[in-house]
Nanobody, 125 residues
Framework: QVQLVESGGGLVQPGGSLRLSCAASGFTFAEYSMGWFRQAPGKGREGVSCISAGGGSTYYGDSVKGRFTTSRDNDKNTVYLQMNSLKPEDTGVYYC??????????????????WGQGTQVTVSS
């Protein structure tokens, strides 16, 4: 079955950086786009990023554009989220998600077929 295991979260000061990783198994990784979404306390889910199956196309939510970068290694079945210039409002649980598609778009950014248990990111001084 589909398994997604996130790692790399933690506590970081404003302006700092973190790199999240997601190890995927149970499906043909290179055939699906992958994404990240987050949920802050008391708020709904927010799509963060999407990367196409081949890695050639990416899409980001407006609040993270220019600060976050997603990438993938199809040989290692792993997707990454590099987060720079972190702000307190980036605090939340970050989830890795498998899409039901091979491409990305604004609509696909917020559509997730499977997701992992999440990893906590806290941005605070």
């Amino acid at each position: 079955q589909v398994q997604l295991v996130e790692s790399g979260g933690g506590l970081v000061q404003p302006g700092g950086s973190l790199r999240l990783s997601c190890a995927a198994s149970g499906f043909t990784f290179a055939e699906y786009s992958m994404g990240w979404f987050r949920q802050a306390p008391g708020k709904g889910r927010e799509g963060v990023s999407c990367i196409s199956a081949g890695g050639g196309s990416t899409y980001y939510g407006d609040s993270v554009k220019g600060r976050f970068t997603t990438s993938r290694d199809n040989d290692k079945n792993t997707v990454y989220l590099q987060m720079n210039s972190l702000k307190p409002e980036d605090t939340g649980v970050y989830y890795c998600a498998k899409k039901a598609f091979y491409s990305c778009s604004e609509e696909i950014l917020n559509k997730n077929a499977y997701w992992g248990q999440g990893t906590q990111v806290t941005v605070s001084s």
